[in-house]
């Protein structure tokens, strides 16, 4: 019951609680400067859990085995797997250290910035989840895919949401200097998962998760390091919450959250697992607004559900439409 029920909200409240955690960490840090050694760390663990899971791997091959067996454990793996592997070894490495700037280097870097920029989290966190809506509309053109009416609704009714959060902010209202370039960031971001999303559909994802997760942590960790010195004077004030903010990130959101994420695309659907993100800008309203004290007008509540609810249209019916 927990598995088929349970699971989904943890990781709706994992995945939702990045924005919180994101928005306490650039209190004590300059953003740059958080990510990096965020991915750093990451793309360590990943490093030492994938060589575990090798020299286990190493440790099962290595126990007793038929004459038969053995024979073909020193033909097959040392001859035809590397056969297999290498024409596209550098292409595969390559397209997933690419995947991981954009998604761990552009996005997170642009969500981070606006939220040291000052912009709510439940409005980073609204933003960047219109990133299904973003990807159907642009997967017309790119992949000849055609949409139903239900998600075209969806699209429509998406970002007007989107737009009547947005209006008493940019009106000057609750956000007042809540700068324009604050948004510019937040609206980068949901352009760069956007991409990121759509290149591992287009080239394909050919490599093993824990593998590719460490590729995608390490370009990331590579990104900031290169940048971090160019657009900031890296600070960290090591107090207790900043701390804790960093733990949650690694253990819950880039450990937790994700894994959790593909359990539930393999043992449901794609479509049916990114239905769950049209959960995750209310929750993360509520939880900022219980935590930060943001602001939840009747008109902003408004606005979250319509999204949510365009969100929820276009991944809940996203098997290709009929001509």
């Avoid at 209190?27 to 090798?54: D, H």
């Amino acid at each position: 019951m927990f598995a088929r029920v349970g699971l989904p909200m943890v990781f709706v409240f994992l995945w939702s609680s990045a924005f919180v955690t994101g928005k306490i960490a650039v209190i004590y840090a300059t953003p740059f400067a958080f990510l990096l050694l965020r991915f750093s760390i990451v793309a360590l663990l990943f490093g030492g859990l994938m060589l575990a899971a090798k020299a286990w791997l190493a440790h099962q091959r290595r126990k007793p085995q038929t004459s038969a067996q053995e024979t073909s454990a020193h033909e097959t793996p040392a001859h035809e797997t590397p056969a297999q592997e290498t024409p596209d070894n550098w292409r595969t490495l390559l397209a997933t250290a690419i995947v991981g700037v954009m998604l761990h280097g552009f996005y997170l870097g642009s969500v981070f910035l606006a939220l040291s920029l000052g912009i709510p989290a439940g409005l980073a966190a609204l933003v960047v989840s219109m990133q299904p809506l973003l990807s159907s509309f642009l997967a017309i053109f790119l992949f000849a895919e055609a949409l139903r009416r239900i998600q075209w609704a969806g699209i429509f009714l998406g970002f007007v949401g989107v737009a009547v959060v947005l209006m008493p902010t940019i009106d000057g209202g609750a956000g007042g200097d809540l700068s324009m370039a604050g948004l510019g960031m937040t609206f980068f971001g949901l352009a760069a998962i956007t991409c990121g999303t759509l290149m591992q559909k287009k080239f394909g994802n050919h490599i093993g998760l824990m593998k590719g997760n460490f590729v995608q942590a390490a370009a990331a960790a590579l990104f900031y390091l290169a940048i971090t010195p160019l657009l900031e004077v890296p600070q960290i004030d090591w107090q207790t919450p900043f701390v804790l903010a960093l733990s949650w990130q690694i253990l819950a959101v880039s450990l937790g959250a994700y894994v959790i994420f593909m359990v539930l695309i393999k043992r449901d659907s794609m479509a049916a697992t990114s239905s769950l993100l049209f959960l995750v800008p209310p929750t993360t309203a509520i939880m900022a607004a219980l935590w930060f004290g943001e602001v939840l007008t009747p008109l902003s509540m408004g606005g979250f559900v319509l999204a949510s609810a365009g969100v929820y249209m276009v991944t809940h019916y996203s098997s290709p439409a009929t001509p």
